[in-house]
């Protein structure tokens, strides 16, 4: 692989003459590290004591000492960028770097770290935003919509580590090379694929769904015999990072609603540091992300650790998906799964 391939050599490219895009280069060079490091790290997690289950986060969710070790990792990382500031899945509070960074950056470290004794790929999300001014004590750059950021991405640690990320001018593919020790620049402006015909979502919540959700997925599963008129797949990782990848590569829809589960009301992912990065990722490759109905990149946060219904890929199906929404706002019978339905109408 020729040397100016490399994310480095990339990013300089991208901020030469631009002075005001260097802290988001050299923020996205530090989370490039964190990320190799972190690899390693995965590579022996299964059978070593970082698999081991410690406490809990912000968010109710369990705590490995892995997702603490790669929070650590990256925290030391940015503190050698000019990052003002960083929100974390696991920390409870905005943790101050440097009230003169420029950038503000908000991070799930290991997302799916549940996933670990299955050998599932498991990843890093992050979202780099401008920071407001060094007086601001809340760091209100975090609360901006999602369409204010500057870059955001995701590792995924796999059969191969591959670096998702996007300057707001396309999505990129980088994956790691180990003689290089680097990321290499493997894919540029990539493209979501449009008209496949699978779906992601976890079809065991089904009796806690509302009713349009139930509806969509009545007539996926009703295939070529239903309205859709179609035979359609359904994938489920349980991994937002390797449900995000295969989308991204593969195209279809992911869907992750409410329902009516206590704790579930208002969706279960994070607005800041999970679906606005995974949101920009799909909107600049030609997909599209909303909550089911809103944009999600014009959702403005109350909260640090707000959490969001997400659905997102190819757009068209996106869009379909809104459409259920729309026509079933009010509580209606729904027919029993595997049943023939006749809701939806082009």
Same mark, same amino acid.
């Given at each position: #692989?020729?040397?100016?391939?490399?994310?480095?050599?990339?990013?300089?490219?991208?901020?030469?003459?631009?002075?005001?895009?260097?802290?988001?280069?050299?923020?996205?060079?530090?989370?490039?590290?964190?990320?190799?490091?972190?690899?390693?790290?995965?590579?022996?997690?299964?059978?070593?004591?970082?698999?081991?289950?410690?406490?809990?986060?912000?968010?109710?969710?369990?705590?490995?000492?892995?997702?603490?070790?790669?929070?650590?990792?990256?925290?030391?990382?940015?503190?050698?960028?000019?990052?003002?500031?960083?929100?974390? &899945?696991?920390?409870?509070?905005?943790?101050?770097?440097?009230?003169?960074?420029?950038?503000?950056?908000?991070?799930?470290?290991?997302?799916?770290?549940?996933?670990?004794?299955?050998?599932v790929s498991i990843g890093t999300i992050f979202s780099?935003?401008?920071?407001?001014?060094?007086?601001?004590?809340?760091?209100?750059?975090?609360?901006?919509?999602?369409?204010?950021?500057?870059?955001?991405?995701?590792?995924?640690?796999?059969?191969?580590?591959?670096?998702?990320?996007? %300057?707001?001018?396309?999505?990129?593919?980088?994956?790691?090379?180990?003689?290089?020790?680097?990321?290499?620049?493997?894919?540029?402006?990539?493209?979501?694929?449009?008209?496949?015909?699978?779906?992601?979502?976890?079809?065991?919540?089904?009796?806690?769904?509302?009713?349009?959700?139930?509806?969509?997925?009545?007539?996926?599963?009703?295939?070529?015999?239903?309205?859709?008129?179609?035979?359609?797949?359904?994938?489920?990782?349980?991994?937002? !990072?390797? &449900?995000?990848?295969?989308?991204?590569?593969?195209?279809?829809?992911?869907?992750?609603?409410?329902?009516?589960?206590?704790?579930?009301?208002?969706?279960?992912?994070?607005?800041?540091?999970?679906?606005?990065?995974?949101?920009?990722? !799909?909107?600049?490759?030609?997909?599209?992300?909303?909550?089911? #109905?809103?944009?999600? %990149?014009?959702?403005?946060?109350?909260?640090?650790?707000?959490?969001?219904?997400?659905?997102?890929?190819?757009?068209?199906?996106?869009?379909?998906?809104?459409?259920?929404?729309?026509?079933?706002? &009010?509580?209606?019978?729904?027919?029993?799964?595997?049943?023939?339905?006749?809701?939806?109408?082009?």
């Open positions: #692989m020729a040397v100016d391939q490399r994310l480095r050599a990339f990013l300089k490219a991208w901020a030469d003459g631009r002075p005001e895009r260097g802290p988001t280069a050299a923020a996205m060079l530090a989370l490039s590290r964190s990320a190799a490091e972190i690899a390693g790290l995965v590579e022996g997690a299964a059978a070593g004591t970082l698999n081991r289950t410690v406490g809990g986060n912000a968010g109710g969710d369990s705590q490995k000492l892995l997702d603490l070790r790669a929070n650590e990792i990256i925290l030391t990382a940015l503190e050698d960028a000019p990052v003002s500031a960083v929100t974390s &899945e696991e920390l409870d509070d905005i943790r101050i770097l440097d009230r003169s960074g420029k950038v503000a950056v908000a991070i799930d470290p290991l997302d799916g770290s549940s996933n670990i004794d299955a050998n780099i935003l401008p920071a407001r001014s060094e007086a601001d004590p809340d760091f209100s750059a975090f609360f901006a919509p999602g369409r204010m950021q500057l870059a955001a991405g995701f590792a995924i640690y796999g059969p191969q580590t591959i670096l998702v990320f996007s %300057l707001g001018a396309g999505t990129h593919v980088a994956q790691f090379d180990p003689g290089l020790c680097d990321f290499v620049v493997a894919e540029k402006a990539i493209r979501l694929p449009a008209g496949k015909r699978e779906y992601a979502v976890n079809t065991s919540n089904y009796r806690f769904w509302e009713p349009a959700v139930r509806a969509y997925v009545d007539d996926c599963v009703a295939g070529k015999d239903g309205p859709r008129g179609a035979d359609y797949n359904m994938r489920w990782i349980a991994s937002l !990072v390797a &449900e995000a990848y295969r989308i991204l590569s593969r195209g279809g829809v992911f869907l992750y609603p409410r329902d009516s589960r206590k704790g579930y009301g208002q969706g279960r992912l994070r607005l800041i540091y999970e679906a606005n990065p995974i949101a920009f990722l !799909v909107e600049q490759a030609g997909g599209a992300a909303t909550d089911g #109905m809103r944009p999600i %990149l014009d959702l403005i946060p109350r909260e640090l650790h707000q959490r969001t219904p997400l659905v997102f890929g190819a757009r068209d199906e996106v869009e379909r998906v809104a459409i259920y929404y729309r026509g079933l706002s &009010e509580p209606i019978y729904v027919a029993p799964l595997f049943n023939q339905r006749s809701l939806y109408r082009n």
